[in-house]
């Protein structure tokens, strides 16, 4: 089939890689110049995985990637242990393949190489779309500088502010879900060595506040995220702003927090607006459809939304083919991963809600009613994109 995709993020890129594996002929426009991700680091776990070592990711993941042994959610000012989710050789052992924290940067360059390994002139740069027009034979795209392209089948992977979207389910815009992130990467060389976080990934829980720890490339970076309620501004992952006020965020918090921050380039700390949108059960016309956060971002508090494309990705690929008429394939592709895209939104909106208590009692205890660690481990991980039954 000769398939257009819109976005050449991690969702866009495995979704192509998928689907050129299979024998399709796919181009990929997407709006940037040059592609790259952000200074970030990204979490995997195995339903991701899976996908990523079927595409030839395993060397990447293994050699830069840093596996930790548990999720540690912490009280943010005296460090209390408050629940425990254990990944390292448990999840291997659970899930079939290793937990992995992973540097955006490495993950997408990987993925790139995987495509251009298999079609050299799939990627399109400088191409953004403006506009879809579909009829009962085909479906066309046009870009920014007039040009159009003509296929079978449109997938919009085109992020949060998708145009493809607006085709197939409105043009409303993204919701501000009271919550902003504070990025940074740190050397860890830089931070006390009695005051380095452990090698898991580290959540300290605080009132209206919560900050996520974890290393990336081989341990040599630390990833900081740090969600706070607040105002709304702007969505961009690149907007700086000052170190006094990330400060004031973490006053009173924990040392080894402290420590992160006074080791932060001051002039190297990003914030900006956490959206999503309310979760949709119907996202495809007979020749268009979505992935990723085109379709349903999330909050990021369950580190699940690029794992979430990428399992769309792999479950897109499939679907089509399945020997159905296109349509109905993928009617089978939304049906089947609806329910479980809306569940992510749903349950990390409720994180915030149990990261963000300030009394320690009432904490412990919502922690203790939660058990996230039995939750994930049965319902999240285990889920399998290149074997789960579609019909
Ligand atoms: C703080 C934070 C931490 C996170 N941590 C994790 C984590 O640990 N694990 C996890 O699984 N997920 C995590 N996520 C979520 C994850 O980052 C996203 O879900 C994922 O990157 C979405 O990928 P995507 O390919 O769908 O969209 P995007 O990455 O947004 O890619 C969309 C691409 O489309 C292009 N594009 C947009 N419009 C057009 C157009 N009109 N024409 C052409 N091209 C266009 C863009 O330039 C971009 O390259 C986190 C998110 C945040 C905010």
Redesign the pocket.
């Known amino acids: 089939m000769e398939i257009t995709l819109?976005?050449?993020?991690?969702?866009?890129l495995a979704a192509a890689a998928s689907l050129i594996r299979r024998g399709h002929r796919v181009r990929v426009?997407?709006?940037?110049a040059e592609l790259g991700e952000v200074g970030?680091a990204?979490?995997?776990s195995a339903n991701?995985v899976k996908v990523l070592y079927e595409l030839g990711l395993k060397s990447t993941l293994e050699t830069t990637g840093v596996k930790p042994r548990a999720f540690e959610f912490r009280r943010f000012d005296d460090g209390e242990l408050l629940h425990e989710v254990k990944l390292g050789a448990a999840h291997e052992a659970q899930h079939g393949t290793p937990y992995y924290q992973i540097h955006r940067v490495d993950l997408h360059a990987a993925l790139l190489d995987a495509v251009a390994r298999l079609d050299p002139q799939a990627v399109r740069l400088g191409?953004?779309?403006?506009q879809v027009r579909e009829t009962p034979e085909h479906v066309e795209v046009q870009f920014g500088d007039g040009s159009t392209v003509r296929s079978e089948l449109l997938v919009g992977?085109?992020?949060?502010?998708?145009?493809v979207r607006q085709h197939v389910v409105d043009a409303e815009p993204p919701v501000f879900t009271g919550q902003v992130?504070w990025?940074l990467a740190i050397p860890t060389e830089r931070i006390p060595e009695a005051l380095r976080p452990p090698l898991a990934s580290t959540i300290w829980c605080g009132p209206k506040n919560h900050a996520v720890m974890y290393y990336m490339r081989a341990g040599t970076l630390l990833n900081f995220?740090g969600c706070v309620e607040r105002p709304w501004e702007e969505e961009s992952w690149t907007t700086r702003q000052p170190w006094s006020e990330l400060d004031h965020d973490y006053a009173g918090w924990h040392p080894m927090v402290r420590a992160v921050i006074e080791s932060a380039d001051r002039d190297q700390c990003f914030r900006w607006a956490?959206n999503n949108r309310k979760p949709v059960m119907t996202w495809s016309t007979p020749r268009v459809t979505l992935?990723?956060?085109?379709v349903h971002?999330?909050l990021?508090y369950m580190?699940?939304?690029?794992?979430?494309?990428i399992e769309d990705a792999a479950v897109l690929a499939r679907a089509i083919d399945l020997g159905k008429p296109l349509a109905e394939a993928l009617h089978i592709y939304e049906q089947h991963r609806a329910p479980r895209a809306a569940r992510v939104v749903d349950e990390s909106t409720e994180m915030a809600d149990l990261y963000h208590i300030s009394d320690a009692a009432e904490m412990r205890q919502a922690f203790r009613d939660r058990n996230i660690a039995a939750s994930r481990n049965n319902w999240l991980y285990p889920y399998d994109p290149l074997t789960v039954a579609l019909e």
């Not at 992935?291 to 085109?294: F, I, K, P, S, V």
């Not at 580190?303 to 494309?309: E, K, L, N, R, T």
């Open positions: 819109i976005g050449a993020g991690i969702g866009g426009y997407e709006q940037a970030a990204v979490q995997m991701a191409q953004r779309a403006q992977a085109d992020g949060i502010k998708s145009v992130a990025r995220v956490l992935l990723g956060d085109a971002p999330t990021p580190a699940q939304g690029a794992a979430m494309a």
